[in-house]
């Protein structure tokens, strides 16, 4: 079982459209979940960070996390064409600092 | 707008050959982390340093690969004789002092080992 598994897409949306993606981890003791958007050939954007259980909302972004379920999630509402890109979740586990990634989910949105 | 700074942005080696790059961290960060991404596959960790310490290093390959994060100057990622496997994406990020922070990443140095 990999650390952080991530569906690797591709995830076809329409603009306008919310998309949804999932990320499930194997590190009970993680503390800390981290989105980041990376576009072909250029380096990770940090987009959401998230600690607690719940819900976290930024702009079109909401991350969710279940530490009981060992789930995180990224909803990307009113996607646009300029959100196509591979979606990274990371788990900064209980171990220390260094983050751990999942394989990246592939997202196009479609005018 | 002080990011975090790599360079060089691509870097071509012949096998046997030294590879070395720099990374600056962004104004205020004391944290700084090297990932690796090969082609067609996710980031991975490889060391995570503070000022003249390396805090782990358990991602690293045990062999050719070294790094340092100096009291003055950049962190340097040092790899003694590339091999065509070496070729890759190198990411450094860098946070700043205090437990699980978020990590912000650079433009990353593209290496390719002929």
């Known amino acids: 079982q990999k650390e952080v598994e991530q569906n690797s897409g591709p995830l076809s949306v329409p603009e306008g459209a919310i998309a949804s993606l999932n990320c499930t981890y194997s590190d009970r003791g993680s503390q800390s979940f981290f989105w980041y958007r990376q576009y072909s050939g250029k380096s990770p954007e940090l987009i959401m960070f998230?600690?607690?259980?719940g819900d976290k909302e930024d702009g079109r972004f909401t991350a969710q996390l279940n530490k009981a379920s060992q789930y995180v999630s990224l909803l990307i509402r009113d996607s646009q064409p300029s959100d196509s890109a591979t979606y990274l979740c990371a788990v900064n586990g209980a171990a220390g600092n260094k983050l751990t990634f999942g394989g990246g989910t592939r997202v196009l949105v479609k005018p | 707008n002080a990011g975090v700074m790599q360079n060089p942005r691509h870097l071509v080696r012949r096998r046997g050959q030294e590879a070395r790059l720099r990374c600056s961290p962004m104004k205020g960060h004391s944290h700084v982390y090297w990932y690796r991404q090969l082609p067609e596959e996710g980031l991975k960790f490889m060391v995570y340093l503070q000022k003249e310490n390396i805090i782990d290093e358990s991602g690293m390959p045990k062999e050719r690969f070294s790094a340092e994060f100096p009291k003055e100057g950049p962190s340097i990622l040092r790899i003694q004789q590339v091999v065509r496997g070496d070729s890759a994406a190198y990411f450094c990020?860098?946070?700043?002092?205090?437990?699980?922070?978020?990590?912000?990443f650079g433009p990353g140095t593209r290496l390719t080992v002929l």
């Open positions: 998230i600690y607690s259980n």
């Open positions: 990020a860098s946070s700043p002092s205090r437990a699980e922070a978020e990590q912000f």
